[in-house]
Structures are given as structure tokens and as C-alpha cells.
């Protein structure tokens, strides 16, 4: 399998709808201020958004790695096994981060607004997905699975932790 980062900078239309709704900016992977995992894994940022997050490969490997999240707020969050997976909520869910019970109700609320400003997001998503070689789960299929991931046994294993002062991010998905 090619490697997704490379399918994303190749393809200008896949890049610009992660860009915008998704709020996934390759370019962005620097993240503002020194973390390590708490547990010692590697930790290798790939990714940002515009508000100063970034999303960071956990552990050793390829795309197939654990995909954590951190805001610019500190906290931080499990949110995808793999590339694949991440770039599905991506794709689907956008405003993933206005979820935090993870319910279709929220789900449509947070919509709401990207749909207005976007009357075309489903096409532009499909066409997006095409060019990456992603088949799309549906919208509660990628909550359901955000929820797996972010709440499961697995997360607590992906604490991450601001360096200079030794101290973990809050949690990300805190009920």
C-alpha cells in the first residue's frame, strides 16, 4: 500500500477538503511546546490544525501507528489506530471535536454550520475519499469508533505529557 501522506500532497482536492473542513494540515507539524508519552514510546508529530494542535504517530512503525490528538489547551487524546482510521473522521465527521458524548445528536448540531457554508461537503468528501483509496464508514460508524478508541482500555496507554514540567495533559475526552 502507497503511503497516505503521499496520496494527501499528491492529490490538491484531497488535500484542500482535509485543509478545510478537516482542519488537517500536513504542513503543520510542529507542535507549540515540548511532550514526550508517558510511557516512552516514540512520538512523532505529522500533522496540524489552525488552532495549534497536532495529531502525532505513536510508537514505532509506519502509518499503521496509534494516532493521538493534542489541543493547544492541554489536553490530548487517542483518537485513531492508524492513518486510515483517522483520516475516515476526517472525512465524515470533520467537526469531531464539537462531539464529546459522541452521539449523532451532537454530531448533527455540530454539522449544522459546515453544511450551511458548505453545500457541496458530501461531494467534495466523496471525491477526497476516491483519490485516497478510503471507503467511508457511515457518520455514527466513525462516532462509534472514535469512542472505542478515545474511552477504551488502549488510551490510558497514550498519556501524553508536557516535558519541562513532567506534568500529563488533561484528557481529551473527559465526560
Known amino acids: 500500500m502507497d503511503s497516505l501522506i503521499t496520496a494527501i500532497t499528491d492529490n490538491p482536492e484531497a488535500a484542500e477538503f482535509l485543509s478545510w473542513p478537516g482542519d488537517f494540515d500536513l504542513d ?8 514526550h508519552l508517558a510511557s516512552g514510546a516514540a512520538l512523532e508529530g505529522f500533522a496540524g490544525d489552525g488552532a495549534g494542535g497536532s495529531y502525532f504517530f505513536c510508537g514505532d512503525g509506519g502509518e499503521e501507528r496509534p494516532v493521538l490528538y493534542a489541543d493547544s489547551e492541554g489536553q490530548a487524546g487517542l483518537v485513531a ?3 486510515p482510521e483517522l483520516l475516515r473522521l476526517l472525512l465524515v ?8 458524548g459522541f452521539s449523532a445528536a451532537e454530531s448533527a448540531e455540530a454539522a449544522a454550520p459546515y453544511l450551511a457554508d458548505l453545500p457541496d461537503l458530501a461531494d467534495r468528501r466523496d471525491r477526497a475519499a476516491a483519490a485516497l483509496g478510503l471507503v467511508l464508514p457511515s457518520e455514527a460508524e466513525v462516532l462509534a469508533r472514535l469512542r472505542e478508541v478515545a474511552t477504551g482500555a488502549a488510551a490510558s496507554a497514550f498519556v501524553l505529557v508536557f516535558t519541562p514540567e513532567d506534568s500529563p495533559y488533561e484528557s481529551l475526552f473527559a465526560g
Not at 28 to 35: K, L, S, T, Y
Request: charge should be negative; proline fraction near 11%; glycine fraction near 6%.
Open 93 to 100: 465527521a470533520p467537526w469531531w471535536r464539537d462531539c464529546p
Open 81 to 83: 489506530i492508524g492513518l
Open 28 to 35: 503543520r507539524a510542529e507542535h507549540v511546546e515540548e511532550v
